[in-house]
């Protein structure tokens, strides 16, 4: 399995979204899943906020581009690339007043370009072309963010990530969320990080069934 993982806290060791990320791609390697991990880290290498160059190139037909606007684009191509060899996405982020990571911002208006991760079909659809990518979305929240709690209505980042993503093409994507942790008692915040821990290892599981079912399923249409 070709997975990229994308992490996106300014914290490095103290960052638990990090720790959770690296925990779910031990567990699926504990399942047996053979993988080749395509990391990025956005934090270190950030995509170029949307720039005027870059709004005009990406609109401009492809064969009218000049090498200027080619150059401006180079490195969106590169990531969107990337994201469509990919069979698996991990992204893990913290909330940040209520929504995501700025660099995580960037690299989301750098991967939707239209004809590379979305295209415009004929009867004037919308089609995303992550449609293949399992997709995993693994946040850590200072507060309680969960439905029923007085601050379940803040949470700016789910609905955020489902429609960029889901414009892309991701329909089913799962979301591991930690919380609450910073505004939170000890125990509680164990509590948090123990669930997610939990969540994580059902869905390395899940991931690992589905992988080998379609490996045999390959091997059965071979013999």
């Keep these: 399995m070709k997975l990229m993982h994308v992490d996106a806290s300014a914290k490095r060791e103290r960052s638990n979204s990090r720790a959770l990320s690296r925990f779910f791609i031990e567990r699926l390697r504990e399942e047996g899943v053979a993988l080749d991990v395509d990391y990025l880290d956005v934090t270190v290498d950030t995509p170029p906020h949307v720039s005027e160059a870059f709004a005009i190139a990406t609109y401009t037909p492809e064969h009218e581009r000049t090498p200027a606007m080619r150059a401006t684009l180079a490195g969106s ?5 990337r ?6 996405l991990v992204f893990a982020m913290p909330m940040y007043n209520w929504s995501m990571p700025s660099a995580f911002k960037a690299f989301v208006d750098s991967v939707t370009r239209t004809n590379v991760t979305y295209v415009n079909s004929a009867d004037g659809r919308i089609v995303g072309q992550l449609g ?6 693994i946040t ?16 700016a980042l789910t609905p955020a990530l489902k429609a960029a993503f889901g414009f892309l093409g991701v329909t089913d994507p799962t979301f591991v969320d930690a919380q609450p942790l910073q505004f939170s008692n000890q125990e509680e915040r164990a509590q948090a990080l123990e ?4 969540e994580l290892s059902a869905v390395a599981a899940a991931w690992a069934k589905s992988g080998m079912s379609h490996e045999a399923d390959k091997e059965a249409v071979a013999f």
């Design 195 to 198: 669930r997610a821990r939990a």
């Design 140 to 155: 850590s929240r200072g507060a309680d963010l969960r439905p029923g709690t007085p601050y379940s209505s803040m949470d």
């Design 77 to 81: 191509d590169a990531l969107c690339r």
């Design 83 to 88: 994201l469509l060899e990919a069979d698996a």
């Design 132 to 137: 293949r990518q399992k997709a995993l979305f």
